[in-house]
């Protein structure tokens, strides 16, 4: 795919109480970093990351997330952050990341993904602050000098799929905030999703089911399309359900999809189309409808496209990728 990083950024562009020692501060209460000793308070823990690397001594209570799987990531451990990026714009997190547990009031917004509050961050005096390595390169010393800042590179190169990173990260974090039990309970969880999700498709007589997974973006003339390549973290829980997905990119997908019009779906008429949208309001799709190639592909005729009822956000943690079979089965078998 030619697009970059910062380019999928710009198409993008378009955790609720307290848990103890671990959330947010209320009102009145000290901001003073204090971290919670670990069960070897004078152990000091190393955690390597693409730009360096991060050292610990403790357990990190104030917690800064910069983009949308770290911050869902601590609300699957039952953490709420001090401050998240982007959390209430049109494409912020709490637009495009649809799970509970949300995000508590208080939680500050520290601004962009990409151009985050360096001033705000620092007046929340976090312990520990997680970012995106694309998004973060040129504020990383920075960030590092306000606290330690932990980078994690959510498009691995090949021979090693986004599912994968994601689990990997999941379980990374978890070490870090002490919470390695709740995190292999979430994946427990999400494993058991799968177990059910495939017994449903199959006795629905979709096994093995050729589908193709999109999502719709903004584009200059009408939707922007994302075909899930296999290397995705869509394409993979897929797999898991017992699904094909069929699409495949001629060359390695650095970020897991290939960004392309209506036109390019008329060589994949075979499969079940099933696409994810993250416009809340329906413009896309009722722009996507009015498109006349769009009206004469097979599964639009045959009713083989399937829009997904809730938004889903296909990059995110455990909390989402449950979610994202919940909807998959859901109108696949019209439930």
């Known amino acids: 795919?030619?697009?970059?990083p910062i380019l999928i950024y710009t198409i993008f562009s378009?955790?609720?109480?307290?848990?103890?020692?671990?959330?947010s501060l209320s009102e009145g209460e000290s901001t003073e970093n204090k971290m919670m000793p670990s069960s070897n308070p004078e152990k000091i823990r190393?955690?390597?990351?693409?730009?360096?690397e991060v050292q610990l001594k403790g357990i990190p209570l104030r917690v800064v997330t910069l983009d949308f799987n770290y911050t869902e990531d601590l609300l699957a451990l039952g953490i709420q952050p001090v401050g998240v990026a982007d959390i209430a714009s049109k494409t912020g997190f709490n637009s495009l990341v649809n799970i509970e547990p949300g995000l508590?009031?208080?939680?500050?917004?520290?601004?962009?993904?990409?151009?985050p509050n360096l001033e705000k961050i620092a007046e929340l005096k976090p312990d520990l602050i997680i970012a995106n390595l694309y998004f973060v390169k040129k504020n990383y010393t920075m960030l590092s000098e306000i606290a330690p800042t932990m980078i994690f590179d959510p498009y691995p190169s090949e021979g090693k799929n986004q599912y994968e990173e994601m689990v990997e990260t999941f379980r990374?974090?978890?070490?870090?905030?002490?919470?390695?039990?709740?995190?292999?309970q979430q994946l427990a969880h999400l494993k058991q999703t799968y177990e059910e999700a495939r017994v449903v498709l199959a006795t629905a007589g979709k096994e093995d089911l050729p589908v193709v997974l999109a999502q719709l973006f903004p584009g200059q003339t009408g939707p922007t399309i994302m075909l899930f390549s296999r290397n995705s973290q869509g394409a993979n829980i897929l797999k898991e359900i017992g699904l094909n997905n069929i699409y495949e990119s001629p060359t390695f997908e650095p970020l897991g999809g290939t960004t392309t019009t209506?036109?390019?779906?008329?060589?994949?008429?075979?499969?079940?189309?099933?696409?994810m949208n993250t416009d809340s309001s329906g413009g896309l799709e009722t722009l996507l409808k009015q498109n006349a190639l769009w009206e004469q592909l097979d599964f639009v005729k045959e009713k083989r496209d399937f829009p997904l009822e809730r938004t889903v956000w296909g990059y995110g943690g455990p909390l989402s990728a449950k979610l994202l079979v919940q909807e998959i089965v859901k109108v696949l078998t019209r439930q």
């Open 14 to 23: 378009i955790l609720v109480s307290i848990m103890t020692g671990c959330g």
């Open 262 to 275: 209506v036109e390019a779906l008329t060589a994949l008429q075979q499969a079940n189309f099933i696409y």
């Open 172 to 184: 990374t974090i978890a070490d870090m905030l002490g919470k390695k039990e709740e995190a292999e």
């Open 1 to 4: 795919m030619k697009a970059k």
């Open 46 to 52: 190393v955690f390597k990351h693409p730009m360096g």
């Open 104 to 115: 508590a009031e208080n939680v500050a917004d520290v601004g962009g993904r990409q151009e």
